[in-house]
Structures are given as structure tokens and as C-alpha cells.
């Protein structure tokens, strides 16, 4: 399942995802109240985070975050092209992957604020010094309100198809099903669902069956992953059109001074081009498009995408 992955090391790090208001105990499953499975969470507040890095660790650091729903895993091609010139680090989000999906209120509750803080305490076991972001999709506003916080930590931003219009506030249906009472924990149940449809829907794929079965994985080994998507559907429903206004006004201000790209894959299913190009003048954002590539531009056109990713990266040295 992971041969592709082998020339790079994997970490589990054990970190605390935010300060935590009480201790409510064990979680418990919502449905049946049973105890989790260990996969849910090792403990109350410490919570496990996947990570692969590939490439030296004295080279320049890029750190590469996947969108929802995805996993580090759709980074695969893009990891060793970067590792020749860079130390690239990828990591499944809480509630992704082979990361901890707490179960909502167990610790961590999947808003959008939580995950800001949550990446602070990661950044800070990943990074000691400065380094470059890439982030795609419906993660990009909340890396944007963290790379705010943080200037100084940082050399370059790449965003990857985030929603940047008004238009993209608005989660595609294939998401926002999950937010729905009953159906949303129904169909957050289903791999074919949670899983293979909310990949294929967004962009031109024909994804490989055993590409395909390391994105099912979670949602087919445990429950958690299925309630964790109901979480984050709810709070990407809640605040994702106040964090893209944040992001704007952030990317527009004087005050931001990181060199920013955004790479557009053209043949996006979810995220409409219009007003992106008009957003990136006005915001001196610099725009590459990716006329074959859709809204995971990492998984297919990979390569491509390392070589924008090392192009940008090498000049803003
Ligand atoms: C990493 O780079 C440093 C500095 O260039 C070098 O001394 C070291 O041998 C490299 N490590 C590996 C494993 O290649």
C-alpha cells in the first residue's frame, strides 16, 4: 500500500492539538457508547499526527498541507522531486488519514479556529526555522490565518485551488451532505461516499484501485473518520466564508509580505475560476495555471506541481 512512500521517513508525533478546557474522560462511540478504538485517540489532549518527510534536514523546509477530504498521501509525487533540493514534510490533518480523529468534543471539536491553533503546536515540532507552505483546497484559509500570526516564519506561500471567491464560501454538495442531520452520519459511514466520491467529483480522475484504497482505508477501518467528516462538515458550513474574507483581507493588506502563488488547476469541479485571476492582480498574488489539472492538483500532475513548488521556492531565496 505505501511501496511508493518507502524512500521516506515516516513520524508519528505525539502533540498537544490545543490547550484543553476539562477533562471529560475516555471518548466514547456516539452512536452505541462504546469505548473508541484505540485508532480514535491515544489520550484526553495528546494527539497523534502522521507525518512523512523526505530530502535532507540542513536543506530549506517546505511544508505540504492536503485539503478536505484528502490525506498526505496525494502529496506522494510531489515529495520525492522536492526532496532533491529541500526537506518536504507532509502530515494527514486530525481527523484524516492515519492521523488521531478525536471524537468531537473529546478534546478537540474540528472548528476551524481549533485547527488554526492545532497547527500552531505542530509547526512548532516541525519547524525551528523558517520555512515555505503549500496548501491546498478548503485548508488554505485556515493555514492563511495561521501564516498571518507567523511572517516571520515564513519564506514563501503557495496556495493550491483555495476557495478565494465568494462563490467557493459555498461547500459543493458532495461535502456539505455531511453536515446534514441522520443522512450526513449515514453517508460519512460509506468509504464509497466519504471517500472515492468526494476524490473523483472534484476534478477530471479516473483514480487507480490501489491509490484509491489507501484514501478508503480510514473510513473502512473505523467509525471515527466518518464522524470526524460530519465535524468538519459542520464547521467549514459554520465559518468557511469568514475565513475566506480573513484570507482576503489578509492577502490584499499591506501588512502581508510573503511572496504568494497561487497554482490553479483549471479543470477544478468545485471551485470556479471566475474572479480568481482579478483577485490575484489586486492582491499581487503571482497566478500559474494548470490547464489539464483539477481540484487535488497533487495527485494528478504531481511532478508538475514540484516544479512550480521548487521554481518558486529556489527564487525566494
Ligand atoms: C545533509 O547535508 C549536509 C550539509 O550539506 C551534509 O553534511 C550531510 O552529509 C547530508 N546528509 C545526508 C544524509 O545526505
Not at 15 to 27: C, L, T, Y
Not at 110 to 119: F, G, R, W
Request: with cysteine; net charge neutral; proline share 5%.
Amino acid at each position: 500500500m505505501l511501496l511508493c512512500l518507502l524512500e521516506m521517513d515516516f513520524l508519528l508525533l505525539e502533540i498537544k492539538a490545543h490547550p484543553v478546557r476539562s477533562s471529560r474522560g475516555n471518548a466514547k462511540d456516539p452512536i452505541f457508547g462504546l469505548k473508541m478504538g484505540a485508532e480514535s485517540q491515544s489520550s484526553d489532549d495528546v494527539f497523534r499526527w502522521f507525518c512523512v518527510e523526505a530530502g535532507n534536514s540542513s536543506n530549506p523546509r517546505i511544508i505540504l498541507i492536503h485539503g478536505f477530504p484528502s490525506q498526505a498521501y496525494s502529496f506522494r509525487k510531489v515529495l520525492p522531486v522536492l526532496s532533491e533540493d529541500y526537506h518536504a514534510v507532509a502530515f494527514d490533518w486530525l481527523g484524516f488519514g492515519f492521523s488521531d480523529k478525536p471524537q468531537p468534543k473529546y478534546g478537540f471539536d474540528y472548528t476551524l479556529d481549533e485547527y488554526v491553533s492545532a497547527l500552531e503546536s505542530l509547526v512548532e515540532k516541525l519547524a525551528v526555522d523558517k520555512f515555505s507552505l503549500v496548501v491546498q483546497g478548503y485548508f488554505a484559509p485556515i493555514v492563511m490565518k495561521y501564516a498571518s500570526h507567523h511572517q516571520e516564519k515564513l519564506r514563501n506561500l503557495i496556495l493550491v485551488n483555495p476557495p478565494m471567491t465568494d462563490k467557493h464560501a459555498k461547500l459543493p454538495s458532495t461535502l456539505s451532505i455531511f453536515s446534514n442531520f441522520l443522512l450526513g452520519e449515514i453517508f460519512s459511514q460509506d468509504p464509497l461516499r466519504a471517500s472515492d466520491k468526494t476524490l473523483t467529483s472534484s476534478g477530471p480522475y479516473m483514480m487507480k484501485e490501489e491509490d484509491a484504497m489507501v484514501y478508503r482505508r480510514p473510513y473502512l477501518t473505523s467509525g471515527s473518520s466518518g464522524f470526524a467528516l460530519n465535524a468538519i462538515s459542520r464547521a467549514m458550513k459554520k465559518d468557511l466564508r469568514n475565513y475566506i474574507e480573513e484570507m482576503k483581507k489578509v492577502l490584499i493588506s499591506e501588512a502581508w509580505t510573503i511572496p504568494t502563488t497561487v497554482c490553479w488547476g483549471m479543470r477544478d469541479r468545485w471551485l470556479s475560476y471566475d474572479g480568481v485571476a482579478d483577485f490575484c492582480k489586486i492582491s499581487n498574488s503571482k497566478l500559474v495555471e494548470l490547464q489539464m489539472a483539477g481540484h487535488h492538483v497533487q495527485e494528478d500532475y504531481g511532478e508538475e506541481l514540484a516544479n512550480i513548488i521548487s521554481q518558486t521556492v529556489s527564487k525566494g531565496k
